[in-house]
């Protein structure tokens, strides 16, 4: 009997390598692989067995029930276990979701390259390299495949500029700098399913002619980066990087670089600063990144997920992963589910699902069991969802009606406790924080505006207070450089106009 279990750092956070542990003294090591998650976070640790050609789940499984977990499944009589969850695949097909991205995660060991090419690695950069550059940018533009990282910008867009640029050398850069509260997308992919980054790496760089790609991650994630470390050593011995891929002639290979933390190198101008050892201060645009971007020169700057996408489409073709989704969202979206939520996790969806199907029947509604009021969409800087506008569709053009974002698919939950005056005021704090001060309607405007909101909790001079904060918020989101502190109003905003009682206004001033 082989038995799974998590390696995933949210996994081990909650118990998983003490579960692990447990499961080895009693089975021998041999018997227990460490996966990736499933994204199941509320069933970790989650134990997996193999029965009948299917995955039974048990969790959570605290490592002192380990016994009594083995001694059911010797028995046979495993389906009474109170820990019982049932055949995993069957759970995700019941619960909608539609594995492309993350089809491995939590299925294979991370840096196991055997088990990588026998559950379809390596397929779509083998059928990359059958075709030309060009074939590849047409199939992603075909695909409908948009940056997973805010502002939804078509990636096959970005990769025929580059493309079409004749300076040389270009680059591939990997922004995996996530440090948007509420979402862990990209750490889960890199610790449990690495190999597909690199690989979507490789073919963009197959694509725009780039022979060295950089993978910017964030200081906090250092189980990623020993994940990350380790599959570039594995994919080097097997071909996959290196002087000629998989025996194509053709250059490819990867280096990790690690930031130092600063949020506003999320931002892919910052990013390219820092990843040229200068401070992260958001540079001026024009020239974009795709004709000047890392040491000048045309640069792929994409998502962890928008990258980890690319070997699906090129393995299964565009009009596979086209066939998911709605209007011009097209495939799936990878949803952080957090916050006040019964059932947390990462849910890999269709893009077109609904709030309320996503919040309430999937996630089970709010762990508190009081009324869900709202929800905080694409990370600090996301716009607040009233419960009244759950019926929005996942999609960036349907969110963007409401005033409001995708992101990078982070879902922050709320039950109905919620202050949201104190969230529009922790909106710009955070802004505050984490501006990079290049530009003063960021470094300025949200230091102020914190002051305003002060005063309109105290209740002093409400009504000029609010008319006030309106203004400061135009002024930010039309003076700001970058994406930073031209987003920083929209929670503002979105909790004024959804819920202006808790600013001591009776009615909306206006409506969204």
């Known amino acids: 009997m082989t038995y799974y279990i998590s390696c995933d750092s949210a996994a081990v956070s909650i118990g998983a390598n003490e579960t692990a542990d447990a499961l080895a003294r009693h089975t021998g090591a041999d018997a227990v692989v460490r996966t990736g998650s499933r994204g199941f976070y509320w069933l970790e640790p989650l134990i997996e067995i193999e029965h009948d050609g299917a995955r039974i789940g048990f969790g959570p ?21 109170p820990r019982y969850v049932g055949d995993i695949d069957t759970l995700l097909r019941d619960q909608g979701q539609c ?43 075909e695909s409908g495949l948009r940056g997973r990282g805010g502002a939804g910008f078509p990636t096959g867009i970005k990769w025929q500029t580059v493309h079409d640029q004749p300076a040389t050398p270009k680059y591939i850069v990997c922004n995996a ?8 997308a990209d750490r889960m992919i890199m610790e449990g399913d690495p190999f597909t980054l690199l690989e979507g790496m490789a073919i963009a760089g197959v694509a725009v002619g780039a022979e060295h790609g950089y993978i910017y991650l964030r200081s906090e994630y250092p189980d990623a980066e020993r994940a990350l470390e380790r599959a570039i050593e594995v994919a080097r011995e097997q071909g996959m990087l290196g002087a000629d891929v998989l025996g194509s002639g053709k250059a490819f290979d990867i280096e990790v670089r690690v930031g130092a933390g600063a949020y506003i190198c999320g931002e892919e101008t910052s990013l390219l600063e820092s990843l040229e050892g200068k401070r992260g201060l958001v540079r001026f645009k024009p020239p974009l990144p795709a004709i000047q971007g890392f040491m000048g020169r045309p640069t792929v700057i994409n998502n ?42 990462l849910y890999e969806m269709p893009f077109g699902v609904t709030l309320d199907h996503l919040i309430n029947d999937i996630g089970g509604g709010s762990v508190s069991g009081r009324p869900v009021r709202t929800a905080q969409i694409g990370g600090p800087l996301g716009a607040y969802v009233p419960a009244s506008h759950f019926d929005t569709p996942l999609g960036y053009e349907e969110l963007a009606e409401k005033n409001a974002m995708i992101g990078h698919g982070g879902v922050v939950v709320f039950d109905d406790t919620v202050d949201m005056a104190q969230q529009a005021r922790f909106a710009m704090e955070f802004c505050d924080i984490e501006s990079c001060g290049k530009c003063t309607p960021c470094r300025v405007g ?49 909790a004024l106009n959804h819920f202006p009682q808790d600013f001591g206004v009776a009615e909306p001033a206006e409506t969204a």
């Open 446 to 494: 949200s230091v102020r505006a914190q002051e305003v909101i002060d005063r309109i909790i105290e209740a002093r001079d409400t009504d000029a207070d609010i008319t006030l904060l309106r203004e400061l918020c135009d002024t930010m989101i039309n003076g700001s450089l970058c994406a930073h502190g031209g987003m920083a109003p929209y929670p503002v905003l979105s």
């Open 304 to 345: 962890v997920i928008s990258l980890s996408t690319v070997p699906a489409i090129m393995a299964q073709g565009a009009a596979s992963y086209h066939d998911f989704g709605i209007n011009k969202s097209r495939g799936t979206l990878t949803i952080q589910l957090c916050g006040n939520v019964a059932r947390p996790g």
């Open 61 to 81: 499984v605290e490592a002192a029930e380990v016994p009594d977990l083995l001694a059911a499944v010797e028995s046979g009589d495993f389906e009474s276990h």
């Open 99 to 141: 594995r492309l991205t993350f089809a491995r995660c939590g299925v294979i060991a991370p840096t196991d390259w055997e088990a990588y090419v026998a559950h379809g690695g390596s397929a779509g950069l083998r059928s990359a390299l059958e075709n030309s550059g060009q074939a590849i940018v047409d199939a992603v533009k």
């Open 177 to 184: 700098d996530e440090g948007d509260s509420g979402t862990f």
